[in-house]
């Protein structure tokens, strides 16, 4: 009864274990670690010191066993951390800590085993104004949640960016003399002379050296306006340079190509053209703070014709794109990220659109402190002005016209400010109802861009309130007419002064019309308007100085991908749009108030983007070994720390094709093969995979299973290997089972025997 007692025991202890080798769970008890084995190259910006090791050993394993295990390789033990079960080693000069990982790691007493690795406080650079970045560092030092940011400290650890990294902010122009932008400005290496007047590198811009303005069609794309001066800093503000702030690059090109003008409006075309300008020099990333509810065909054909990144505004009316499309961040083109704003509490912001189709992810975008520009006037210049004093009479007069339903307007005697003449709508009677009048000065102004142009004037009358109005019109021709602002209601007797910004007219047009109308309604009649001493002036705009300001907007979150995309090309310039793109969705943190609302849930994150962005390293030390007739196991060390997973192949013979047969996890450190032909030599590889693409791939390792047969088919399912002990064990267990089937036979036939 002894021996059966005995036996019992070898059973209990070896059948659980056959059958851990036939299961497919993670968990499996057979050889491998999550995370064993780490490598000395474990990611390409980390260091560690040199000569020295961390080993974790298994419970259990014995103070003599350890050191004989680092006496092996003449290393000695400087530190017991007892209550993880951690060495820390020195090594001998002739081994390598890569060596040293791949020695340990083979050895079934051990649990892992790292380089140790330096560590440094997260990279937090000198800028004078750095602390009112809260999109980059919240520590809830504007009453918002602390690390509702994006993580840029911590992904500074890993890259501050690249100069060989090209990021066209096509906006209002940029004060290139920034002292924190100016380091980052771009420079066209096809202009050798920047004033010669020659095209050098003949792409249709002359001395295009720093970018293009395409208002003006020039080559000076200075922001009369401070938008796009204020996304530049963002993206790619001078950090670390003890001024200032710090951009999410430290280090970048900024191409800058103006298309909207001094009031902030621009066209389709120069949007286009600049666009494909900034692909065609080489940009990998533009960013369009900007926007329109109209669709254009010919935009969309500018983005898809485009290799860049394009990250656009959502828009700031507080609507759902998927509904009231935002353009051109509502196309469906693949290389688009749309971005909505999120505030310091990582909520949505309250202006932001949204769309949980087409809108892909939040970024901060309330309150945010960048470069800004001092902008001075010259001296004004008159460009016209007018008193009605020198004549009277019905229009056209005084270079004045007049058309339109119920036109009647005339020059009056003794109705103007002080008794003087004025431009009257409906002389010696009230105006009419329908009626849609106008006047105008009838010679053509032309436009003078990057000044600021303002109509002034005064004006009486009595006007039912928010039905009729006196418009203050514009017209390119003289023929086709609109309004730009208006007035309505009763003076109460009084000439009023009011003067209304031109500015925008002057930009959208080489040369236009201004004048006055009156549109009515049929619900009532009054006495109509008086117009008195009416001018136009022009200011030349200067950039006077430079300065940083808080502003708010889609426009301002958007940038934040921008700059989080030149991070991630900085560190892995292979990568296309579309993968960077990938990274940076995939790696959003997720929010609550951002689900359903758009398409990742979350809000951007520059660190985790950053760390899926870097190259990976290939596993290493791959082994094969024969668990059984038809099961081989596979371990293998993961020298990354930034994968998804792991992809498997495996040949049959010398002259078979390698196929992958299966996927794992990250940190997953080998897998099972089962369901395999008996006494067959396999052969396999693997490499690692994220986002940003793979490895090269590992060793070849090979190995041929037993010669008894359990029926395989020639491969089929296996199992990932993420904590046990190591495949030697395994295969002594293996082993036991025969003798423990003989030992058993023979103690039956004792048994027998002494019955007999």
């Known amino acids: 009864m002894k021996s059966i007692r005995i036996f019992s025991k070898v059973a209990a202890l070896i059948i659980p274990l056959s059958f851990s080798l036939l299961g497919c769970g993670s968990s499996s008890s057979i050889s491998g670690i999550e995370k064993s084995g780490i490598s000395a190259d474990k990611k390409n910006t980390a260091e560690y010191m040199p000569g020295e090791l961390l080993v974790k050993f298994r419970d259990g394993t014995s103070a003599i066993t350890a050191e004989g295990l680092h006496s092996s390789i003449n290393a000695v033990r400087k530190k017991v951390l007892k209550e993880i079960r951690v060495h820390q080693i020195k090594l001998p000069e002739s081994v390598t800590v890569t060596e040293a990982v791949e020695h340990y790691q083979h050895d079934p007493n051990v649990e892992y085993a790292e380089p140790n690795y330096i560590i440094h406080k997260a990279a937090v650079p000198s800028d004078q104004y750095f602390n009112n970045l809260w999109g980059l560092n919240n520590t809830g030092q504007n009453g918002g949640v602390s690390d509702a940011d994006i993580d840029a400290p911590e992904a500074w650890d890993i890259t501050t960016g690249s100069h060989d990294v090209i990021i066209a902010v096509i906006d209002t122009g940029i004060a290139s003399g920034h002292p924190d932008l100016s380091g980052n400005i771009w420079r066209n290496a096809g202009e050798s002379n920047c004033a010669d007047d020659i095209d050098n590198d003949g792409n249709g811009y002359i001395d295009d050296c720093?970018?293009?303005?395409?208002?003006?069609?020039?080559?000076?794309?200075?922001?009369?306006?401070?938008?796009?001066?204020?996304?530049?800093?963002?993206?790619?503000?001078?950090?670390?340079?003890?001024?200032?702030?710090?951009?999410?690059?430290?280090?970048?090109?900024?191409?800058?190509?103006?298309?909207?003008?001094?009031?902030?409006?621009?066209?389709?075309?120069?949007?286009?053209?600049?666009?494909?300008?900034?692909?065609?020099?080489?940009?990998?990333?533009?960013?369009?703070?900007?926007?329109?509810?109209?669709?254009?065909?010919?935009?969309?054909?500018?983005?898809?014709?485009?290799?860049?990144?394009?990250?656009?505004?959502?828009?700031?009316?507080?609507?759902?794109?998927?509904?009231?499309?935002?353009?051109?961040?509502?196309?469906?083109?693949?290389?688009?990220?749309?971005?909505?704003?999120?505030?310091?509490?990582?909520m949505l912001a309250f202006f932001s659109n949204y769309g949980i189709n087409s809108v892909d992810i939040a970024a901060p975008g309330v309150n945010i402190y960048s470069t800004f520009q001092v902008l001075?006037?010259?001296?004004?210049?008159?460009?016209?002005?007018?008193?009605?004093?020198?004549?009277?009479?019905?229009?056209?007069?005084?270079?004045?016209?007049?058309?339109?339903?119920?036109?009647?307007?005339?020059?009056?005697?003794?109705?103007?400010v002080g008794g003087s003449n004025s431009l009257e709508d409906s002389p010696a009677s009230n105006y009419l109802d329908n009626t849609s009048s106008r006047a105008w000065f009838n010679s053509r102004v032309f436009s003078e861009k990057d000044n600021r142009y303002t109509l002034s004037f005064q004006w009486k009358g009595v006007l039912e309130r928010g039905a009729d109005y006196l418009d203050i019109n514009y017209s390119p021709d003289s023929i086709n007419w609109d309004w730009t602002d208006y007035r309505t209601g009763s003076t109460n007797g009084s000439f009023l002064s009011y003067s209304t910004d031109f500015t925008s007219i002057a930009e959208s047009f080489d040369s236009f019309y201004f004048g006055f109308g009156l549109?009515?309604?049929?619900?009532?009649?009054?006495?109509?308007?008086?117009?008195?001493?009416?001018?136009?002036?022009?200011?030349?705009?200067?950039?006077?100085?430079?300065?940083?300001?808080?502003?708010?907007?889609?426009?301002?979150?958007?940038?934040?991908?921008?700059?989080?995309?030149?991070?991630?090309?900085?560190?892995?310039?292979?990568?296309?749009?579309?993968?960077?793109?990938?990274?940076?969705?995939?790696?959003?943190?997720?929010?609550?108030?951002?689900?359903?609302?758009?398409?990742?849930?979350?809000?951007?994150?520059?660190?985790?983007?950053?760390?899926?962005?870097?190259?990976?390293?290939?596993?290493s030390g791959l082994n094969a070994a024969a668990a059984s007739s038809s099961t081989i196991n596979l371990t293998w060390a993961d020298n990354s720390n930034n994968e998804t997973g792991f992809r498997i192949e495996r040949k049959a013979g010398d002259e078979g094709i390698y196929s992958e047969i299966a996927a794992v996890g990250a940190n997953v450190t080998g897998y099972n093969d089962a369901g395999l032909n008996s006494s067959t030599l396999y052969y396999y590889r693997i490499k690692a995979y994220n986002p940003a693409g793979s490895s090269s791939y590992s060793n070849e390792a090979g190995a041929t299973t037993n010669g008894e047969s359990s029926g395989g088919n020639g491969g089929g399912g296996g199992c990932s290997i993420t904590a046990g002990a190591d495949a030697k064990a395994v295969d002594i267990l293996m082993a036991l089972i025969p003798a423990a089937a003989v030992f058993m036979a023979i103690k039956r036939r004792k048994k027998s025997i002494s019955k007999r």
């Not at 010259?378 to 036109?407: K, Q």
């Open 210 to 346: 720093n970018g293009w303005d395409f208002i003006g069609n020039d080559n000076d794309p200075s922001d009369y306006d401070g938008h796009g001066t204020h996304v530049s800093g963002t993206i790619a503000a001078q950090g670390n340079n003890s001024i200032g702030i710090a951009g999410i690059m430290w280090d970048a090109q900024i191409m800058p190509l103006r298309i909207l003008g001094v009031s902030g409006s621009g066209t389709i075309a120069d949007a286009a053209s600049a666009i494909l300008y900034a692909n065609a020099k080489g940009a990998r990333i533009i960013n369009n703070s900007w926007g329109g509810s109209g669709y254009s065909q010919v935009l969309k054909d500018a983005v898809d014709a485009s290799n860049a990144l394009v990250v656009c505004a959502a828009g700031n009316n507080g609507t759902d794109n998927d509904a009231l499309p935002f353009y051109p961040a509502s196309y469906t083109s693949s290389n688009i990220i749309s971005v909505a704003a999120s505030d310091n509490n990582d």
């Open 519 to 619: 549109s009515s309604n049929n619900s009532a009649i009054d006495d109509g308007v008086y117009i008195d001493n009416v001018s136009l002036i022009r200011e030349p705009l200067n950039i006077g100085g430079y300065s940083y300001e808080y502003e708010s907007g889609a426009s301002m979150a958007a940038p934040h991908v921008s700059g989080v995309a030149g991070l991630i090309f900085s560190l892995n310039p292979s990568l296309s749009s579309l993968q960077a793109k990938e990274i940076i969705l995939n790696t959003a943190d997720l929010k609550p108030s951002m689900s359903g609302r758009t398409l990742t849930g979350g809000r951007l994150n520059a660190y985790n983007a950053a760390l899926h962005s870097v190259q990976l390293n290939a596993p």
């Open 376 to 416: 001075t006037y010259g001296v004004p210049v008159t460009i016209y002005s007018e008193d009605f004093d020198g004549a009277s009479g019905n229009l056209p007069l005084l270079g004045w016209n007049r058309g339109g339903t119920n036109s009647t307007w005339a020059v009056t005697g003794g109705t103007g």
